[in-house]
């Protein structure tokens, strides 16, 4: 009889264990494919520092102005930036950092949240960010709260080479490290679908190595070559902005929140002879069609709205007590407290003993 119940689960086991794998594939494919997402958030890193990096700050702040002003709240959006520019005493214009010599736009503004500053600006910082791997007690608006109906975007510029990006010229992540903390945020499912964008020197090595499902990447440079800056302010000195981001905000002030402009045409943002570096891409994880994917699902913000069109009555408070009178029951009457302010420091006191 044992030998009989044996030989079955033997038998049966490969079978349900292939209806289990398969249930499993077709769930992962789904939530690939699936176009349907309930939340967006942002994370935007300026990993540089220092004056002459000028541009790189005026990158970030870039996208960051963007994102807000698609509908993204600053409640979803991670900025991490030395934030040295805009009181820096070389700075003409104080509490300002524009992305252009004409000073078109203010890309500072009055309301800037910068989540991450100065020397929090790490590569472990930024790793738990990612992850989630954060101390019990960090504030909620330095985490990245997102779940697997999160779309998320992630951009970062600064100083970058074959395989790293600098942090502040104090420490460099790696393109491994990069694709190992996006894996864990596929495992522990903290994304539905990422954008990855990155302007750098030779930028196309960073998301070489990655291997997660679901993640679009794009690129200022590839492999080899420079990603070069776009134009000096003669009024302080340095270059204000990159290329790449420079086109690419060009594009993204052309959006607003119902735009059907798709990720395909955000690939041709800056041809080269216009970035003069070679703007590459990866889409072999992305298991959707980039010219049916609009870009506002990434740099927009959803809005879930359900529409009713049953009236709803509202009762009225006060005809309900008008009627109660009227059939004689005797009003409730409320106590009324009064509340007063407690003196913190009984000066009086110590007043009537010095006398």
């Known amino acids: 009889m044992d030998f009989t119940i044996a030989a079955l689960v033997v038998l049966l086991c490969p079978l349900f264990q292939g209806i289990l794998c398969l249930n499993e594939n077709q769930i992962k494919a789904h939530f690939a494919n699936s176009a349907t997402h309930t939340n967006n958030w942002v994370v935007l890193v300026d990993t540089s520092r220092f004056w002459f990096n000028y541009r790189h700050v005026a990158n970030v702040l870039s996208v960051y102005r963007s994102v807000k002003r698609l509908g ?26 524009y992305n252009n ?12 949240e910068v989540d991450y500053r100065g020397y929090e600006v790490t590569v472990e910082n930024f790793i738990r960010v990612l992850t989630g791997r954060l101390s019990p007690g960090t504030p909620r608006s330095k985490r990245l709260l997102s779940d697997e109906t999160s779309n998320v ?5 600064g100083h970058g080479g074959d395989g790293f990006l600098k942090f502040q010229d104090h420490e460099e992540i790696s393109n491994v490290e990069l694709a190992d903390a996006v894996e864990q945020m596929w495992q522990k499912r903290r994304y539905h679908q990422m954008l990855f964008i990155i302007d750098t020197c030779q930028a196309q090595s960073m998301y070489m190595p990655f291997y997660s499902p679901n993640i679009v990447s794009v690129a200022s440079s590839k492999v080899g070559e420079d990603s070069l800056s776009h134009h000096v302010d003669s009024s302080i000195g340095v270059y204000i902005i990159d290329r790449f981001t420079y086109y690419l905000l060009e594009f993204l002030e052309k959006l607003h929140p119902d735009s ?16 003069v570096s070679t703007v590459n891409y990866r889409t072999d994880l992305f298991l959707r069609d980039p010219r049916q994917v609009k870009v506002i699902e990434f740099f927009g913000s959803v809005r879930p709205v359900e529409l009713l ?15 109660a009178a009227a059939a004689g029951s005797a009003p409730r009457q409320e106590k009324v407290v009064v509340h007063s302010y407690v003196s913190q420091l009984p000066i009086e006191r110590f007043v009537g003993k010095l006398r």
């Open 260 to 275: 059907e402009t798709t990720l395909a045409k955000l690939f041709e943002v800056c041809p080269r002879h216009q970035c």
């Open 101 to 112: 010599a004409h000073q078109h736009i203010n890309v500072y503004g009055d309301d800037v």
């Open 309 to 323: 069109t049953a009236v709803t009555g509202l009762s009225n408070v006060t005809s309900q007590h008008g009627s």
């Open 153 to 157: 975007l992630l951009y970062m510029t």
């Open 72 to 97: 993204i709240p600053d409640s979803q959006i991670i900025l991490m930036m030395a934030d040295d520019m805009a009181c820096n005493p070389r700075n003409p214009r104080p509490a300002s950092v």
